[in-house]
Structure formats: structure tokens, C-alpha cells
């Protein structure tokens, strides 16, 4: 059965960076692409940005550029999403989240993420 | 501020029928892109609810409905049950945007 599996939760301190995984298994890893998705502490869903896990191609919504990594090692079915430059503003709940292209529904979801970032 | 736009909070009595709206423009929803829906339980992620405008993924009971005109969507929810309460919501694409999906802000619905 596909499921992702997300690592555990962090506490990072602001200007650190926290780097997330998502292992996936249960289909063929570079068939599907991957986003990334936030929820901060009440809030609703923002979403981050995409990789492709086939060639690694990425983008980022405008927000996060510059601040926001996808990488992915296809030698274990893993994606990361590394953010730098921590504000508390970015204590959320991140969730990796399967999609067939940018544009389609997203049918299988992580179990979050919770990183928090506090002085 | 969401891309989409849904009302904060609905509400309705056990077995009674219910509304959600999604409303966006003319480079997401009215440009032709599938709007799709998510259930968020308490404390869990979000699960896929409703797919390509009007599409139940197996195992989501027929109580669940969506369709789409022009800029908008809706999701419909009959027979309300206590277990519905949850938020919900929207997901879109946006061409005007970098490569991205777009949420509406969320629903929640209360099951009274």
C-alpha cells in the first residue's frame, strides 16, 4: 500500500535551518510528483512547492523562493524540503503530499511534520 | 489571503444537507482547472475528498458531492453525520502563479 512516511518532529531556533524527509513506498517513486504543504498552528493549507522525483526538477511558490530546497534521492524514495532562515512565523505543521502532475488532486498525504521555531 | 475564497464556517443539523463554496477566478478555477476537496480531521491530515470537480475516491461515501461552474465550486454534503465535522477544503492550480496549487482558506463545518 502507498504510504509516505515524514520524519520527526524539530525544534530549531530562528535564523537555523530544518531539513524534512519523506519516504515513500508502495509505487514506483518517479511515476508521481511531490508537494509540499504547510499548516501553521490554526491556520489553513499553504502550499509550498513541487519537485519532480523523475529528473528533480523543482518549483517554489514566490513566498518561499530563496528560502525553500526540494531535493530527492531516488537510491531510497526519500524527497526533502530544507527551510533556512527560520521565523517563528514558520512554526507549522509541514506535510509531504503525492500528485500525477502541478496541477492534480493529491491523493496521498504524509502524517505531518511539526517544526517549531523558538528562541 | 487565500487565492480561493470559502466561507469561514457552515453548520447543520444531523441528516440535513449542506453547502461549501469555492470561489476563485479566471486563472484558476475559471480557466478551466479541476477543483478538488479535502477533509481534515482534528489533528490529522488532510484526506482526499472529492477529485476533478465531482469525483469520489473509493471508499468516500456517495453523501459527497462536488461540481463546478465557471469561477466557483461546490461541495455538498447529505445525510449529515456527526463524524462530518471537520474543515474542509479547496485545491485548485493557478497559471499565474509559479507552478502552483492554490487552497481556499478552509470550512468548518459543525455538525449541530
Known amino acids: 500500500q502507498v504510504q509516505l512516511v515524514q520524519s520527526g518532529a524539530e525544534v530549531k531556533k530562528p535564523g537555523a535551518s530544518v531539513k524534512v524527509s519523506c519516504k515513500a513506498s508502495g509505487y514506483t517513486f518517479t511515476s508521481y510528483y511531490m508537494h509540499w504543504v504547510r499548516q501553521a498552528p490554526g491556520q489553513g493549507l499553504e502550499w509550498m512547492g513541487i519537485i519532480n522525483p523523475s529528473g528533480g526538477s523543482t518549483s517554489y511558490a514566490q513566498k518561499f523562493q530563496g528560502r525553500v530546497t526540494m531535493t530527492r534521492d531516488t537510491s531510497t524514495s526519500t524527497v526533502y524540503m530544507e527551510l533556512s532562515s527560520l521565523r517563528s512565523e514558520d512554526t507549522a505543521v509541514y506535510y509531504c503530499?503525492?500528485?500525477?502532475?502541478?496541477?492534480?488532486?493529491?491523493?496521498?498525504w504524509g502524517q505531518g511534520t511539526l517544526v517549531t521555531v523558538s528562541s | 489571503q487565500s487565492v480561493l475564497t470559502q466561507p469561514p464556517s457552515v453548520s447543520g443539523a444531523p441528516g440535513q444537507r449542506v453547502t461549501i463554496s469555492c470561489t476563485g477566478s479566471?486563472?484558476?478555477?475559471?480557466?478551466?482547472?479541476?477543483v478538488h476537496w479535502y477533509q481534515q480531521l482534528p489533528g490529522t491530515a488532510p484526506k482526499l475528498l472529492i477529485y476533478?470537480?465531482?469525483n469520489r475516491p473509493s471508499g468516500v461515501p456517495d453523501r459527497f458531492s462536488g461540481s463546478k461552474s465557471g469561477t466557483s465550486a461546490s461541495l455538498a454534503i447529505s445525510g449529515l453525520q456527526a463524524e462530518d465535522e471537520a474543515d474542509y477544503y479547496c485545491q485548485s492550480y493557478d497559471s499565474s502563479l509559479s507552478g502552483s496549487g492554490v487552497f481556499g482558506g478552509g470550512t468548518k463545518l459543525t455538525v449541530l
Open positions: 503530499a503525492r500528485g500525477r502532475s502541478s496541477s492534480s488532486w493529491w491523493d496521498y
Open positions: 479566471s486563472s484558476n478555477i475559471g480557466a478551466g482547472y479541476d
Open positions: 476533478g470537480n465531482s
